[in-house]
Protein backbone atom coordinates (compact mmCIF):
# COMPACT_ATOMS: atom_id res chain seq x y z
CA UNK A 1 0.00 0.00 0.00
CA UNK A 2 1.46 3.17 -1.06
CA UNK A 3 1.22 6.36 1.75
CA UNK A 4 0.20 9.37 0.44
CA UNK A 5 2.06 12.16 2.46
CA UNK A 6 0.97 15.62 2.86
CA UNK A 7 4.00 17.48 2.12
CA UNK A 8 5.99 19.62 -0.17
CA UNK A 9 7.30 19.02 -3.59
CA UNK A 10 10.07 21.84 -5.33
CA UNK A 11 9.46 22.10 -8.30
CA UNK A 12 5.74 20.64 -7.90
CA UNK A 13 4.11 17.82 -10.64
CA UNK A 14 2.47 20.30 -12.19
CA UNK A 15 6.04 22.51 -13.03
CA UNK A 16 7.41 19.63 -14.25
CA UNK A 17 4.07 19.01 -16.41
CA UNK A 18 4.24 22.68 -17.61
CA UNK A 19 7.98 22.18 -19.17
CA UNK A 20 7.85 18.66 -20.29
CA UNK A 21 3.95 18.69 -21.81
CA UNK A 22 5.26 21.13 -24.75
CA UNK A 23 7.79 18.86 -25.97
CA UNK A 24 5.34 15.59 -26.14
CA UNK A 25 4.17 14.81 -29.89
CA UNK A 26 0.59 14.07 -28.49
CA UNK A 27 -0.04 17.84 -26.90
CA UNK A 28 -1.60 20.64 -28.67
CA UNK A 29 -0.67 23.87 -27.58
CA UNK A 30 -3.52 26.25 -26.89
CA UNK A 31 -0.80 29.32 -27.08
CA UNK A 32 0.99 30.40 -25.08
CA UNK A 33 2.98 28.65 -21.98
CA UNK A 34 1.03 25.58 -20.55
CA UNK A 35 -0.64 25.92 -17.18
CA UNK A 36 -1.72 22.24 -16.67
CA UNK A 37 -4.35 21.87 -13.92
CA UNK A 38 -4.83 18.36 -11.84
CA UNK A 39 -8.29 16.83 -12.76
CA UNK A 40 -8.39 13.31 -11.87
CA UNK A 41 -6.33 10.58 -11.63
CA UNK A 42 -6.08 7.41 -9.66
CA UNK A 43 -2.39 5.47 -8.36
CA UNK A 44 -1.72 1.84 -8.44
CA UNK A 45 0.44 0.09 -5.66
CA UNK A 46 4.02 -1.22 -6.48
CA UNK A 47 3.90 -4.86 -4.33
CA UNK A 48 7.54 -4.07 -3.66
CA UNK A 49 6.42 -0.47 -2.05
CA UNK A 50 9.26 0.87 -3.86
CA UNK A 51 7.94 3.08 -7.06
CA UNK A 52 5.13 5.39 -6.64
CA UNK A 53 2.58 4.91 -9.64
CA UNK A 54 -0.05 7.99 -10.41
CA UNK A 55 -2.17 8.48 -13.41
CA UNK A 56 -2.69 11.87 -13.46
CA UNK A 57 -5.06 13.79 -15.57
CA UNK A 58 -4.14 17.27 -16.45
CA UNK A 59 -6.24 20.07 -18.34
CA UNK A 60 -4.86 22.50 -20.32
CA UNK A 61 -6.92 25.05 -22.27
CA UNK A 62 -9.86 23.02 -23.47
CA UNK A 63 -7.56 19.58 -23.69
CA UNK A 64 -7.37 16.48 -21.26
CA UNK A 65 -4.23 14.73 -21.10
CA UNK A 66 -3.51 11.27 -19.58
CA UNK A 67 0.37 11.14 -17.89
CA UNK A 68 1.34 7.97 -16.25
CA UNK A 69 3.90 8.80 -14.08
CA UNK A 70 6.19 6.84 -11.40
CA UNK A 71 8.61 8.27 -8.73
CA UNK A 72 11.56 6.57 -7.59
CA UNK A 73 14.34 7.37 -5.29
CA UNK A 74 16.84 6.42 -7.59
CA UNK A 75 17.31 6.71 -10.84
CA UNK A 76 15.76 4.03 -13.42
CA UNK A 77 18.40 2.45 -15.15
CA UNK A 78 18.13 2.81 -18.96
CA UNK A 79 15.83 5.40 -18.67
CA UNK A 80 16.92 8.87 -19.56
CA UNK A 81 16.67 10.96 -21.83
CA UNK A 82 12.81 11.22 -22.58
CA UNK A 83 11.43 9.00 -19.96
CA UNK A 84 12.51 11.46 -17.38
CA UNK A 85 10.47 14.23 -17.00
CA UNK A 86 12.02 15.71 -13.94
CA UNK A 87 13.42 15.46 -9.95
CA UNK A 88 11.78 17.40 -6.99
CA UNK A 89 12.27 17.28 -3.77
CA UNK A 90 9.80 15.63 -1.78
CA UNK A 91 9.67 17.09 2.09
CA UNK A 92 9.75 13.44 3.39
CA UNK A 93 11.23 11.43 0.94
CA UNK A 94 14.12 13.59 -0.10
CA UNK A 95 14.93 13.65 -4.29
CA UNK A 96 12.49 11.88 -6.32
CA UNK A 97 13.22 10.64 -9.93
CA UNK A 98 9.58 10.86 -12.22
CA UNK A 99 9.49 9.47 -14.90
CA UNK A 100 6.61 8.72 -17.96
CA UNK A 101 5.54 6.30 -16.51
CA UNK A 102 5.18 4.67 -19.81
CA UNK A 103 8.84 4.06 -19.66
CA UNK A 104 9.23 2.14 -16.58
CA UNK A 105 8.53 -1.46 -15.98
CA UNK A 106 6.69 -1.26 -12.53
CA UNK A 107 3.63 0.79 -14.25
CA UNK A 108 3.80 -1.91 -17.09
CA UNK A 109 3.55 -4.49 -15.21
CA UNK A 110 0.88 -3.08 -12.35
CA UNK A 111 -1.13 -1.94 -15.71
CA UNK A 112 -1.58 -5.52 -16.90
CA UNK A 113 -2.05 -6.45 -13.72
CA UNK A 114 -5.21 -4.09 -13.34
CA UNK A 115 -6.70 -5.57 -16.87
CA UNK A 116 -6.47 -8.96 -14.90
CA UNK A 117 -8.24 -7.96 -12.13
CA UNK A 118 -4.84 -8.64 -10.19
CA UNK A 119 -4.20 -4.63 -9.14
CA UNK A 120 -6.57 -2.84 -7.24
CA UNK A 121 -6.86 0.72 -8.17
CA UNK A 122 -6.69 3.08 -5.45
CA UNK A 123 -7.80 6.84 -4.80
CA UNK A 124 -5.07 9.47 -6.06
CA UNK A 125 -5.00 11.40 -2.86
CA UNK A 126 -5.72 9.08 0.23
CA UNK A 127 -3.64 6.16 1.80
CA UNK A 128 -5.30 2.90 1.25
CA UNK A 129 -8.50 3.61 -0.17
CA UNK A 130 -9.63 2.12 -3.14
CA UNK A 131 -11.08 3.92 -6.48
CA UNK A 132 -14.36 2.23 -7.28
CA UNK A 133 -14.87 4.82 -10.04
CA UNK A 134 -11.48 3.40 -11.87
CA UNK A 135 -13.34 0.63 -14.48
CA UNK A 136 -12.21 -2.04 -16.29
CA UNK A 137 -14.32 -4.29 -18.99
CA UNK A 138 -14.49 -5.37 -22.77
CA UNK A 139 -13.12 -8.95 -23.89
CA UNK A 140 -10.46 -11.06 -21.23
CA UNK A 141 -6.96 -9.94 -22.08
CA UNK A 142 -4.76 -12.98 -23.76
CA UNK A 143 -3.03 -14.27 -21.28
CA UNK A 144 0.23 -13.38 -23.05
CA UNK A 145 -0.56 -9.90 -23.76
CA UNK A 146 2.66 -7.42 -22.89
CA UNK A 147 2.09 -3.83 -21.86
CA UNK A 148 3.34 -3.03 -25.81
CA UNK A 149 -0.18 -4.72 -27.06
CA UNK A 150 -1.58 -2.07 -24.87
CA UNK A 151 -2.50 1.70 -25.90
CA UNK A 152 -2.37 4.56 -23.70
CA UNK A 153 -5.01 7.28 -24.54
CA UNK A 154 -2.64 10.20 -23.98
CA UNK A 155 -5.86 13.34 -25.07
CA UNK A 156 -8.50 12.16 -23.27
CA UNK A 157 -11.95 12.36 -24.83
CA UNK A 158 -15.34 11.64 -22.89
CA UNK A 159 -17.22 8.71 -24.01
CA UNK A 160 -20.43 10.11 -25.83
CA UNK A 161 -21.24 6.47 -27.19
CA UNK A 162 -20.53 2.33 -26.92
CA UNK A 163 -17.09 1.39 -24.71
CA UNK A 164 -14.99 -0.53 -26.93
CA UNK A 165 -15.29 -4.43 -27.13
CA UNK A 166 -11.80 -4.74 -26.23
CA UNK A 167 -10.87 -4.78 -22.82
CA UNK A 168 -10.38 -1.25 -21.56
CA UNK A 169 -9.97 0.98 -18.69
CA UNK A 170 -12.00 3.89 -17.93
CA UNK A 171 -12.16 6.47 -15.00
CA UNK A 172 -13.61 10.12 -14.57
CA UNK A 173 -11.96 13.50 -14.62
CA UNK A 174 -12.91 16.82 -14.55
CA UNK A 175 -13.40 19.05 -17.98
CA UNK A 176 -12.07 22.10 -18.34
CA UNK A 177 -15.26 23.67 -18.31
CA UNK A 178 -15.99 21.67 -14.67
CA UNK A 179 -18.15 19.39 -16.25
CA UNK A 180 -17.72 15.54 -15.10
CA UNK A 181 -16.35 12.94 -17.94
CA UNK A 182 -15.00 9.52 -18.04
CA UNK A 183 -13.38 8.31 -20.87
CA UNK A 184 -10.81 5.34 -22.20
CA UNK A 185 -7.61 5.73 -20.43
CA UNK A 186 -5.86 2.26 -21.67
CA UNK A 187 -7.07 -0.60 -24.54
CA UNK A 188 -5.67 -3.38 -25.44
CA UNK A 189 -4.86 -4.50 -28.40
Do not use: C, N
Not at 105 to 132: I, K, M, N
Not at 149 to 175: E, I
Amino acid sequence: MAIIHRTTMSPTKLELLADWLPRQPWYEAGGGAPEPVKAGGFRLDDPEGEVGIEFMVVTDASAAYLVPLTYRGAPLEGAAGEALIGTSEHGVLGTRWIYDGVHDPVLAAQVLALFRGEAEPQAQSESDAPDPTVLRAGAELPAAAAFADLTVSRRLTPLTGPAPAAAHVTAPWRAPDGAEARGVFFTAG
